[in-house]
């Protein structure tokens, strides 16, 4: 019986002890007689067990729509947002219980299907009671229905940067009452409820050329690398893979893989061998994602005119590299009309669900500052003093996303240290290697921000001490955490 006369075929191939599998796609869709690779799925063990499976028709050819309803976050903190090949749920993880909000990222060129993998994953925070924080890069035209269905929508880098900042000081505010609780990891709303903030088109903020370039990175890094046991996660949408689209941070890219990375159709081989490297056992092989389903068709000078047909698309269709199954090929549900809509999509907008979407704890607004009290619009002032230009301010150590801490006369090109405070200037003092307490008093105030006295920098050190991200290996040395 031959691979055409049944639907699906499965193949278990196991390398004797001491081999390891490796594979060709190309090689394997010739000698299986598979024309379409869309048709054929291989997972591997990473070791010496792999399972082939060769479909008579592409699987996820045709995908349900998302059905709001089945969105909402489980007990584990996952929502499934599509199917795997082999019509199983695909599912990417928000939060996890005793640990706290996770990381994400999603790769893919241009019309791969981000926006609307976004939309989706909007929906199911919205109908799971989530706080979204959404920069929407593109102007706001990447996603417009998300406009009133998030907490809080911004629309240039200004804005990014701003709602960054916030999330800062709303980590360093949660920070500190759950020490004060004796509470070392997130409860899920309790007292408060899991706050993820998105930045879609994310390349244009960390691009080389970017205007807050290193300010941004320096900010992911920190929400990143602070907020998961405080309950403050980060989602970063982007085209590409490479360093120098991510703030030129091997750091940032590394500390991005490390939670839930989605990889949808790809612009070349390097691009997914960056996003992937690391998280794909050795050996392993991601099947290409074709901008248009079925084979590439041979067509003789003397065959007979054939109607031109629609293309059918493969946008959705993506790798969960983060996931335990890391090789296995998925396609997002469908989001949306078809179709070409004039003004916003309702079938998106219904998907969102009625009701107000959930907002940030009210003991955090101070702490989210102005920016985040007058949304949607952003004080003139705020934006001025981002652009570097001499507004006179407050200065002190109140929180940073409201007073940003510009001096009057403070330089243009230098806006990003004194906009922190003062204990991510300690941290950023810190990432060099270790300090003695005068050292580090020396180095913040040397930064080009506010000058912090020895005595509020001692209070910084004690507090980040006590809430694990700083070490002291000996008395008045401090370090970075492991």
Not at 273 to 301: E, F, M
Request: aromatic share 4%; charged share 20%.
């Amino acid at each position: 019986m031959t691979t055409a006369q049944v639907d699906v075929v499965e193949v278990e191939v196991e390398v004797p002890a001491g081999g390891l599998i490796n594979y060709d796609i190309r090689r394997l869709c010739s000698a299986l007689g598979v024309l379409d690779p869309a048709c054929l799925a291989v997972e591997t063990d990473g070791l010496t067990r792999a399972l082939i499976t060769v479909y008579k028709e592409p699987p996820l050819a045709d995908m349900p729509y998302a059905v709001g309803e089945n969105l909402v976050m489980d007990a584990l903190g996952f929502i499934t947002i599509g199917r795997y090949h082999d019509g199983r749920p695909a599912k990417i993880r928000l939060y996890e219980p005793g640990s706290g909000a996770q990381r994400s990222a999603l790769f893919g060129t241009t019309g791969a299907g981000k926006s609307r993998s976004l939309q989706l994953r909007l929906a199911a925070e919205k109908r799971s009671a989530i706080v979204s924080w959404l920069a929407d890069l593109k102007g706001g035209q990447s996603v417009p229905e998300a406009r009133g269905q998030v907490d809080w929508h911004v629309t240039t880098q200004e804005g990014a940067i701003l709602m960054l900042l916030a999330a800062v000081e709303v980590i360093e505010e949660r920070t500190r009452r759950y020490a004060a609780m004796g509470r070392s990891s997130f409860v899920l709303n309790d007292p408060d409820p899991l706050l993820i903030v998105h930045v879609d088109e994310a390349n244009r903020l960390l691009e080389k050329g970017a205007p807050y370039r290193d300010l941004a990175s320096y900010l992911v890094k920190e929400v990143g690398r602070t907020g998961r046991s405080v309950g403050v996660g980060e989602d970063l949408a982007a085209q590409a893979g490479h360093v120098d689209e991510l703030g030129g941070s091997d750091t940032l890219r590394a500390m991005l893989k490390e939670g839930e990375v989605t990889l949808l159709r790809w612009s070349s081989s390097m691009m997914a061998s960056l996003v992937s490297d690391g998280l794909l056992p050795p050996g392993t092989q991601l099947a290409g994602i074709p901008k248009r389903q079925g084979p590439p068709q041979l067509r003789s000078r003397f065959d007979p005119e054939l109607p031109e047909m629609a293309p059918t698309s493969t946008a959705g269709t993506a790798y969960l590299l983060g996931s335990d199954r890391p090789t296995a090929v998925m396609r997002h549900f469908q989001v949306g009309s078809k179709g070409v809509v004039d003004g916003l999509d309702p079938l998106i907008l219904a998907l969102y669900g009625p009701g107000e979407p959930a907002q940030l704890e009210t003991s955090s607004h101070p702490a989210a500052g102005e920016a985040y009290a007058a949304r949607p619009e952003i004080p003139a002032h705020l934006i001025a003093q981002l652009k570097g230009e001499n507004t006179p301010t407050e200065t002190g150590d109140g929180p940073a996303a409201g007073r940003l801490g510009i001096p009057t006369g403070a330089p243009p090109a230098a806006p990003q240290a004194v906009m922190l405070t003062t204990a991510a200037r300690v941290l950023r003092a810190l990432e060099g290697g270790p300090l003695a307490k005068k050292d580090v008093v020396a180095a913040v105030n040397g930064d080009g921000g506010a000058v912090v006295s020895a005595g509020g920098i001692a209070n910084a050190l004690n507090a980040l001490k006590a809430q694990g991200q700083v070490a002291s290996p000996e008395r008045g040395v401090y370090q970075l955490a492991d």
